[in-house]
């Protein structure tokens, strides 16, 4: 699991989970904890950007109203669907 600060904290059991190392108060990373900080990021880039991608329709980056159990997950399933058919389809 690749992870940001905001799930600091969080570890769920039997996965191997991946977060940047934060700087030291007053000091330095070390060039391999800045390295390995650099590739979590390369991969955390392309997920940030998938998710953009879907936030372009209106029903998943607006507030939805409509509570019915399943109807929020079902939603932005169908707004990452439409973001990975048009980007198959893309010139």
Known sequence: MWKDSGFQGYEPT?????????????GTRTP????????????????????GGAKV??????IFRNRRDGYVDMSFAIACGLHNLRCTYRP
């Not at 991946?18 to 007053?26: G, I, L, M």
């Not at 391999?32 to 998710?51: C, F, K, L, P, Y």
Request: avoid cysteine; hydrophobic fraction near 35%.
């Open 32 to 51: 391999d904890e800045n390295a390995r900080n650099r590739a979590i990021a390369r991969v955390r880039v392309r997920v940030e950007h998938a998710i």
């Open 57 to 62: 329709y209106r029903i998943a980056h607006d």
């Open 14 to 26: 039997n996965v191997t989970t991946f977060q940047p190392k934060k700087r030291p108060p007053n």
